[in-house]
Protein backbone atom coordinates (compact mmCIF):
# COMPACT_ATOMS: atom_id res chain seq x y z
CA UNK A 1 0.00 0.00 0.00
CA UNK A 2 0.97 3.65 -1.04
CA UNK A 3 2.17 5.34 2.34
CA UNK A 4 3.55 8.84 2.56
CA UNK A 5 6.25 8.56 5.40
CA UNK A 6 6.42 11.82 7.62
CA UNK A 7 9.14 12.94 10.08
CA UNK A 8 11.21 15.53 11.53
CA UNK A 9 8.40 17.31 13.60
CA UNK A 10 9.08 17.80 17.20
CA UNK A 11 9.32 20.64 20.33
CA UNK A 12 11.55 23.81 19.48
CA UNK A 13 12.14 27.33 20.64
CA UNK A 14 11.04 30.16 19.07
CA UNK A 15 13.58 31.22 16.82
CA UNK A 16 14.87 27.59 16.21
CA UNK A 17 14.86 25.22 13.34
CA UNK A 18 13.05 22.12 12.34
CA UNK A 19 13.22 20.20 9.08
CA UNK A 20 9.97 18.21 7.80
CA UNK A 21 10.67 15.19 5.67
CA UNK A 22 7.74 13.06 3.28
CA UNK A 23 8.51 10.48 1.33
CA UNK A 24 6.05 8.32 -1.29
CA UNK A 25 6.75 4.59 -1.30
CA UNK A 26 5.90 2.61 -4.73
CA UNK A 27 5.22 6.17 -6.45
CA UNK A 28 6.29 9.13 -8.27
CA UNK A 29 5.17 12.13 -6.97
CA UNK A 30 3.42 15.17 -9.20
CA UNK A 31 2.97 17.87 -6.59
CA UNK A 32 4.04 17.33 -2.83
CA UNK A 33 3.84 19.57 -0.41
CA UNK A 34 2.77 20.52 3.48
CA UNK A 35 -0.22 21.77 5.40
CA UNK A 36 -1.10 22.79 9.12
CA UNK A 37 -4.11 22.37 11.11
CA UNK A 38 -4.95 23.70 14.96
CA UNK A 39 -7.78 22.66 16.34
CA UNK A 40 -9.84 25.56 15.91
CA UNK A 41 -9.02 26.51 12.27
CA UNK A 42 -9.11 25.06 8.75
CA UNK A 43 -5.74 23.34 7.19
CA UNK A 44 -4.24 25.54 5.61
CA UNK A 45 -1.11 25.05 2.60
CA UNK A 46 2.12 25.89 4.28
CA UNK A 47 4.21 25.03 1.12
CA UNK A 48 4.07 23.25 -2.28
CA UNK A 49 6.25 21.99 -4.67
CA UNK A 50 6.03 20.67 -8.03
CA UNK A 51 8.17 17.48 -9.57
CA UNK A 52 9.59 20.32 -11.95
CA UNK A 53 10.35 22.81 -8.72
CA UNK A 54 7.55 24.88 -8.80
CA UNK A 55 6.91 26.16 -5.53
CA UNK A 56 3.81 28.34 -3.42
CA UNK A 57 4.45 29.30 -0.06
CA UNK A 58 2.02 30.96 3.06
CA UNK A 59 2.68 34.52 2.94
CA UNK A 60 3.26 33.39 6.33
CA UNK A 61 6.27 31.50 5.87
CA UNK A 62 7.80 33.09 3.10
CA UNK A 63 11.47 33.77 3.90
CA UNK A 64 11.20 31.91 6.65
CA UNK A 65 10.83 28.11 5.48
CA UNK A 66 11.95 26.32 2.25
CA UNK A 67 10.02 23.79 0.70
CA UNK A 68 12.54 21.27 -1.60
CA UNK A 69 12.57 17.97 -3.34
CA UNK A 70 14.64 15.29 -4.38
CA UNK A 71 12.87 13.18 -7.17
CA UNK A 72 14.93 10.11 -7.26
CA UNK A 73 14.31 9.41 -3.23
CA UNK A 74 10.48 10.43 -3.83
CA UNK A 75 10.97 12.48 -0.95
CA UNK A 76 10.06 16.53 -0.44
CA UNK A 77 11.51 18.40 2.87
CA UNK A 78 10.36 21.32 4.51
CA UNK A 79 13.23 23.50 5.88
CA UNK A 80 11.82 25.57 8.55
CA UNK A 81 13.71 28.02 10.21
CA UNK A 82 12.88 31.73 12.53
CA UNK A 83 9.89 29.28 14.30
CA UNK A 84 7.50 31.58 15.89
CA UNK A 85 4.95 30.28 18.52
CA UNK A 86 2.41 30.62 15.55
CA UNK A 87 3.38 27.58 13.34
CA UNK A 88 2.41 25.30 16.51
CA UNK A 89 0.18 23.26 14.41
CA UNK A 90 -0.07 19.58 13.41
CA UNK A 91 2.05 19.62 9.80
CA UNK A 92 0.56 16.84 7.16
CA UNK A 93 2.31 16.17 4.32
CA UNK A 94 -0.01 15.85 0.65
CA UNK A 95 0.70 14.53 -2.58
CA UNK A 96 -0.25 14.07 -6.00
CA UNK A 97 1.10 10.78 -7.06
CA UNK A 98 1.38 8.31 -9.99
CA UNK A 99 1.48 4.56 -8.45
CA UNK A 100 3.77 2.46 -10.36
CA UNK A 101 0.69 -0.18 -10.53
CA UNK A 102 -1.58 2.42 -12.29
CA UNK A 103 0.00 5.02 -14.80
CA UNK A 104 -3.20 6.10 -16.16
CA UNK A 105 -3.93 8.89 -13.98
CA UNK A 106 -2.28 10.61 -10.17
CA UNK A 107 -3.92 10.22 -6.95
CA UNK A 108 -4.16 12.19 -3.86
CA UNK A 109 -2.86 11.30 -0.41
CA UNK A 110 -2.46 12.96 2.62
CA UNK A 111 0.24 11.37 5.64
CA UNK A 112 -0.99 11.02 9.43
CA UNK A 113 0.38 14.67 10.36
CA UNK A 114 2.95 15.39 12.74
CA UNK A 115 3.28 18.07 15.55
CA UNK A 116 5.47 20.74 15.42
CA UNK A 117 5.58 22.82 18.92
CA UNK A 118 6.89 26.15 19.22
CA UNK A 119 7.61 27.62 22.32
CA UNK A 120 8.14 30.93 23.53
Known amino acids: QVQLVESGGGLVQAGGSLRLSCAAS??????MGWYRQTPDKERDLVAK???????NYADSVKGRFTISRDNTNNTVYLQMNSLKPEDTAVYYC????????????????WGQGTQVTVSS
Open 94 to 109: NADLILYSDFSRSRNY
Open 49 to 55: ISRGGNT
Open 26 to 31: KSIFVT
